[in-house]
């Protein structure tokens, strides 16, 4: 092992691993790539840290993790990781074996190839100066490079996850160990929220440009952090503020200070986020994401609207967006589609035949509600169109007369480097197809995307106010950083 960074062996001994495929393998949609929730100064701390990551779990299915520092105990580290939901990897008797009064803790989702415990979060690591944890979302634009530089110098990965840089970075460092965090977060390129632990402090950074959501609370003497508002609630720790894109948050036994090791810039935080990944309870920046969807779907309403019996969202995400939309034309909302919340995970191999099953084993089509209706069918996005084009179908067999499809989002038409898991450009639809020839290929009677000056005003704008910045490359190609287009596009975390 390195001299600078050995990983810790591995607590976990479960045999629980999940090797079924994952929620939206089925779903062709975008994959939020993981969640990660700290709190400091909180007793019995792994027991939040369960409520948080549960509040989190729409982030990432795939594997969960806790570490804690018992700080009465002189800093002992503690920690647990499996694959599974947070509920099934933690019970009362592991959340036991987590002692301690602060917490770091993660939920992730991977690609198919990378599913497996060596990369669940957080990481832990033996460095010269004691323990280290580290737990992220986001992907690190420029992590294979920093990787390829310092395995040339003799380091030694321990994983295939990118997140292990900032480990290697700071472990090889001279200065203290603040110095050395500031100085790796300013070498890394690309959108992340971090908690890193050692045995005397945790600190919080969001990258430069704010790309992924974090947010810090209060509860009575402690702190909470979270990548969703909704996690607080859960928790009911009191929302503070949204941590600052280049800004790193320290807390130790001196209490709390704020630096930053980045100047404050563009906030770009990731439009897809108030479209579809964060939960509607939750607050980005501080706009409401179901008020937010609302509005898109009023906007949609303003922009394209249609003559149709009933107005039904694609749920969960577009719910809001088609209340909204409904709300707008007087066309009457209803439950047109019923999502099936009981199947969990499917242990299925995902041919044709099966995949189509498994669409409908997870989404069912109303048929009293649609059965010779005009349905108008919100949706936040289309990826490949192959998802879309499966529901309208479901509408049309369920007795659907006109299925006309408005979708919350401009056109999708470039990948994300920035953690969220997207095809290669040749396979978004529309980057290869015109909307007519879209339509065609989802079997509609009619397909409008939201404007991108639609979907501006109704996030609350995005007109060079720092706080309402917003990252929107997927539709408009314009990277807040600089991207490596034949690099690795997924996450890091
Ligand atoms: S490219 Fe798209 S998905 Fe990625 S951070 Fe930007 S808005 Fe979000």
């Given at each position: 092992m390195s001299d600078e960074v050995m990983q810790l062996s591995q607590l976990w001994t479960g045999s629980h691993y999940n090797e079924g495929i994952g929620r939206d393998d089925i779903f062709d949609k975008l994959r939020e790539e993981c969640g990660v929730f700290g709190a400091f100064n909180i007793p019995d701390a792994s027991s939040l840290g369960y409520y948080g990551l549960h509040a989190l779990q729409h982030r990432g299915e795939e594997s969960s993790g806790m570490c804690t520092v018992d700080s009465r105990n002189g800093g002992s580290f503690n920690y647990y990781r499996g694959m599974g939901l947070v509920k099934e990897v933690f019970n009362q008797e592991r959340l036991d074996g987590l002692p301690g009064d602060r917490v770091i803790g993660h939920v992730r989702y991977s690609t198919a190839g990378e599913s497996k415990l060596g990369n669940a979060q957080p990481l832990i690591f033996k460095y010269r100066d004691g323990d280290l944890a580290v737990a992220t979302n986001g992907n690190i634009v420029n992590a294979p490079s920093i990787r390829e530089e310092l395995e040339q110098q003799g380091s030694i990965f321990?994983?295939?996850?990118?997140?292990e840089v900032i480990a290697h970075l700071i472990a090889r460092s001279s200065k203290d160990f603040v110095s050395a965090a500031k100085d790796a977060l300013q070498r890394l390129i690309g959108g992340f929220a971090f908690l890193i632990m050692t045995n005397g402090k945790l600190l919080v950074a969001s990258d430069a440009h704010g790309l992924r959501p974090l947010v810090m609370g209060k509860l009575g003497e402690g702190y909470v952090f979270a990548s969703e508002t909704c996690a607080l609630e859960t928790c009911g720790a009191v929302y503070e503020r949204d941590v600052q894109p280049g800004e790193l948050i320290i807390l130790d036994s001196d209490g709390i200070r704020f630096d930053r090791f980045e100047k404050l810039e563009r906030r770009a935080t990731c439009a897809m986020e108030y479209i579809y990944?964060?939960?509607?309870d939750s607050d980005i920046n501080g706009i409401n994401l179901h008020s937010a969807r609302k509005r898109m779907g009023q906007k949609l309403a303003l922009e394209s609207f249609v003559d149709a019996d009933v107005v039904t969202g694609v749920p969960d995400s577009s719910i809001s967006a088609a209340i909204g939309y409904a709300e707008q034309t007087g066309i009457p909302y209803e439950l047109g589609l019923i999502k099936n919340k009981y199947t969990g995970r499917t242990f299925i191999q995902p041919s044709q035949e099966l995949r189509e099953k498994g669409v409908k084993m997870k989404l069912s089509a109303v048929r009293k509600v649609v059965e010779g209706k005009r349905v108008v069918m919100i949706d936040d996005s289309i990826v490949r169109g192959t998802t879309s084009l499966r529901i309208v179908n479901l509408l049309r067999e369920a007795g659907a007369t006109e299925v006309h499809v408005r979708i919350t989002s401009p056109p999708f038409m470039n990948p994300c480097y920035y953690g969220i898991d997207t095809p290669d450009r040749k396979e978004l639809i529309a980057s290869q197809k015109t909307v007519e020839e879209i339509r065609q290929a989802i079997n509609a009677d009619s397909i409008t995307f939201l404007s991108h000056e639609g979907f501006i005003e109704a996030v609350?704008?995005?007109?060079?106010e720092f706080n309402r910045g917003m990252c929107m490359a997927c539709f408009?190609?314009?990277?807040p950083t600089p991207v490596d287009p034949t690099s690795e596009k997924s996450c890091s975390c």
């Open positions: 321990q994983t295939t996850s990118d997140t990944f964060a939960r509607p609350g704008g995005n007109d060079g408009d190609n314009d990277y």
